[in-house]
């Protein structure tokens, strides 16, 4: 990791938090991710040096406004619990909204400028762990004894990265972002986020884990390079209009489109056997699709996975229409009566999918959305909008592709973690990147 120098610690915690909960159940959804790895976003901003030598002020107010924001969030400042039930020595794990606190990390990066972040082909993925907290191999079942959220604030030679490591326990990425806007309206000078103050309210009973339930193990490493690849607004319209076209349908959304066109090329630069089988693996997001809907500012963990399974072969001759239109297929099965079903099943007999389970060396997982709120974040100070965002290392394995908004409107990032040979392969890959630009 790139050498960084920690210049103050904090913890910090709701003043006066919105609600009086101590304890919050946890639903099938948000306990899935118990093995798993925390999320870990983060924005980079440019920032004039005038600006950076007033950091002392400007920390200070980063720590107050996330104090306030807390005081809305105020479930992130607990602690996971556990009950152990002595009828049948089962295990319940819960949120503890005890207030133990926030870690605020402020750290330079001496000598990194945004340039170091932004300019090399490859993502450089020890500078970019360095301004995450948290970092090792740390799961989201730790946070029984560790914070479910911590920040930090890293001065760069001419800019700020504000990275965020959330335990995925307690929210997923629609969640995470919430918070993330919540917190930089606030420090913008806002005194309130409504009609987005996060709810909270859920009506699920606890789910009891057997001891065989809980023996956790990691992902399976293997060496991999990060690429950013950015994809602009007209050339997603066209992967849209050809996929679309081939199927004679209207149905198949830009995103279903995008990544039917990433599967492919990785799949293709894999040279993978034809008859051997590959698959996608997306996280469906379920609040609007239970009845009734959730409301947007549900806060916690509300997705399910999906996996589009095809040939190698049929993945490759059928085209991207009906690449596309298998993806649109496998989507439109997540409904009310798949939801209910998963979390009766699975709170029934709890058994979270174990990261070396989901790891295959054919396969693809795809988390985030463009739909996230990313370049909207202004902290104020002078910094306007993010000029990037990046990811940690939590959950990073050869397959693992995160999705978001481009820092122009309708553009679309994928941050693809993949084997070495496979990102060369795609970057002379002519069809595959005459859709990049670079």
Known sequence: MAEIRFISTATVGPNNPRGSTTRMELTPWELQFLPHGPIQKGLLFRSPKLLLQEDGFIMGHLKNSLE???????PLAGRLGTTVNGDDDTTCFFISCNGAGVPFIHAAADGVTVGDVLDPVYVPEDIVSSFFPLNG????????????????????????????TMNHVVADGTSFWHFFNSWSEISRGSDMISPYTPIFERGSMPVRFPQSALVFSGLPSSPTHERVFHFRKETIAGLKAKANAETAT???????????????SVTRNRRLPEDQETTYMLLIGMRSRVDPPLPEQYFGAAVQAGIVTMKVGELLELGLGRVSWKMNEMIS???EEEASKFCESWAKNPRPVLPREMVVSNALMASSSPRFNVYGNDFGWGWGRPVAVRSGGGNKCDGK?????????????????????TLEAMMEDAEFMNAVTL
Request: aromatic residues 10%.
């Open 68 to 74: 306030r924001t807390l005081d809305l969030f105020y």
């Open 137 to 164: 191999a740390r799961k989201n079942h730790h946070g029984v004894a560790e914070p479910l959220l911590a920040v930090q604030v890293t001065e760069l030679v001419d800019g700020i990265f504000i990275g965020c």
């Open 250 to 264: 209207d149905r198949i959304s830009s995103l279903q489109a995008l990544l039917a066109h990433f599967w492919r």
């Open 333 to 335: 099965t997540f409904t």
């Open 401 to 421: 592709t995160t999705i978001f908004e481009g820092s122009e409107e309708g553009s679309i990032d994928i941050e693809a973690c993949l084997s070495p040979s």
